[in-house]
């Protein structure tokens, strides 16, 4: 592995521990267990995602663990359904340069 992937992956692995830090205390901080948010921090997966979690603790304040666990189930939905576009982007792309490719072929 390069330098540069190396640091890039110690970068993110930093990057992921500190925003899970961030969504437990703040979870522990509206009075709920921290292991809740390391299960939640697991979940989601990114650190983008964790963000926009953090982001509705501290604006909503939800009141029960149901409410936290529905706001992940729904990131987790947005977060699949842009995967999805983003390989349907891509497919497409594939399948018009195979195409174009073709035609010019004839």
Known sequence: ???????????HKTEWASTKERLVNEIAGLGMPGELGELIAKQLGSPKAMNRMISYLRYVRPHSEEEIADEMLAIMSDVDRWKDKKASIKANARYNEWRNTSREQI
Not at 4 to 10: H, M, N, P, V
């Open 1 to 11: 592995m390069s330098h540069d992937k190396e640091a890039d992956l110690t970068d």
